[in-house]
């Protein structure tokens, strides 16, 4: 589809709001009859469930249209890219202003009825997941990371040949806007004995989620030029963490409680058909890294990346209370990021696991290789020293209160500014826990 086309909707042809045409962008919301899959457009929400039930989808296949009725993204992921377009072509031609269908310039008043606000509405985890994997994909992450552990030896030997990655909790993933209790936990302050205690050391870490559609048979590997055909769209991520729980827990096997006890989540996913107007080269190897092994090289690698700017500010109560606006304190781009998206994919089902429709995998925090593009605290210390707020505040990592939100957008000259979304949560004090 043209970037250009515009919608008879006129907030969509707002470049400040974000939702154009171009993006469509897929989501779940409570009713009084339940969830309903909605589609962005505008400041507004079009009802798919609404649309299904009123004769608007005849066009598309019962599987298709039973899938727009289902409560949750995992009946419409499992069809695939071709039924996932079938529904963006059908919605486009019932939205956009040059439509010269009379059957869809007919259908305009009805679809008008069925849209609602997105400010009234309530949005809900938009897919049941059933797993979870958090890779660590940011080579500038990494190495800032190493070097406060490991100053002469920050990366470790197996990181520019395979993507690394973990598997994490899915059922403590929340949709943005819900608050996240302090963790307790573990750890090694002073002396030989850890001490069961709240988190002192909690950080966020600024992702980007991407949503499995159509899966993969157990034992069957993705190959790396059609891995992205099982990506049904892409989301904004907060993958919490405790940094003194995950220093004292991590060895030999990985994270585990330090991470698993929340991970936040945007309401929208945006589709990949949205972003091909933002496409840049892929990872860039630099001079002495390894090519990648034969089943992590893409023939595409021109247009492997995504220029997707990742932000992130922090409000704290004081902040709040002096009615001073959030501080932004970090801005990164998806492009960084040292293994591309496919490469991930292909890389998790290349022992034959099996990826499922509704899965959701994450980059790890995406960093760049400049002061100020730091995807966490743990890393901004590391460059920045303490960060000062406008109150005269200091943060090492995260106190009581702050209000943490990670926001991603799509722009460049030519093009409409797609808003992929943002992800907000306010840290609570550790719940009552009796040791």
Request: proline share 8%; glycine share 8%.
């Amino acid at each position: 589809m043209s970037s250009d086309r515009r919608s008879w909707i006129a907030s969509a042809n707002d470049p400040d709001c974000g939702f154009p045409l171009l993006s469509l962008p897929w989501s779940v919301f409570s009713t009084n009859a339940g969830e309903h899959i909605g589609i962005g457009i505008g400041d507004q929400v079009l009802d798919l469930h609404a649309c299904v039930e009123s004769g608007l989808l005849c066009s598309l296949s019962d599987a298709v249209q039973a899938a727009c009725r289902a409560q949750t993204l995992n009946d419409l992921m499992a069809l695939g890219p071709t039924a996932w377009q079938s529904v963006r072509d059908c919605i486009t031609e019932f939205l956009a202003e040059d439509t010269t269908d009379r059957v869809s310039i007919a259908a305009r008043s009805q679809v008008e009825m069925l849209l609602q606000w997105q400010s009234e509405i309530r949005f809900v985890l938009p897919a049941a997941i059933g797993d979870y994997t958090d890779f660590y994909a940011s080579m500038h992450h990494a190495r800032r990371v190493g070097q406060l552990f490991r100053p002469h030896n920050p990366l470790l030997p197996n990181y520019p040949w395979v993507p690394i990655g973990y598997h994490g909790r899915a059922s403590s993933i929340v949709l943005s806007g819900t608050p996240i209790h302090r963790p307790w936990g573990q750890q090694k302050r002073v002396g030989d004995k850890p001490e069961f205690a709240p988190s002192a050391r909690l950080d966020y870490e600024a992702e980007i989620g991407v949503y499995i559609g159509e899966g993969n048979p157990l034992g069957t590997p993705i190959p790396v030029d059609s891995a992205e055909s099982h990506i049904f769209g892409l989301c904004v991520l907060n993958d919490w963490s405790a940094r003194d729980l995950q220093s004292w827990e991590y060895q030999p096997l990985g994270p585990f409680l330090a991470k698993s006890f929340a991970t936040s989540v945007s309401p929208w996913i945006v589709p990949l058909a949205a972003l091909e107007s933002y496409r840049v080269p892929g990872p860039e190897r630099t001079a002495g890294d390894p090519e990648p092994l034969p089943y992590l090289r893409s023939s595409s690698c021109a247009t492997d990346g995504i220029h997707l700017t990742v932000s992130v500010s922090l409000c704290s109560a004081k902040m709040r209370d002096e009615r001073i606006s959030p501080l932004e304190i970090s801005r990164s781009n998806l492009r960084s990021l040292y293994w591309s998206l496919r490469q991930l994919i292909t890389h998790h089902a290349s022992n034959g696991c099996n990826l499922r429709p509704g899965d959701l995998l994450a980059t790890g925090t995406i960093s760049g290789p400049d002061a100020g593009s730091e995807g966490c605290l743990l890393e901004l210390q590391a460059t920045r020293g303490k960060l000062q707020l406008p109150t005269g505040e200091v943060r090492d990592f995260l106190e009581d209160g702050d209000e943490v939100t990670v926001r991603a957008v799509a722009e460049r000259p030519g093009a409409p500014r797609i808003e992929v979304g943002h992800c907000t949560a306010m840290v609570l004090p550790a719940a009552a826990c009796t040791p």
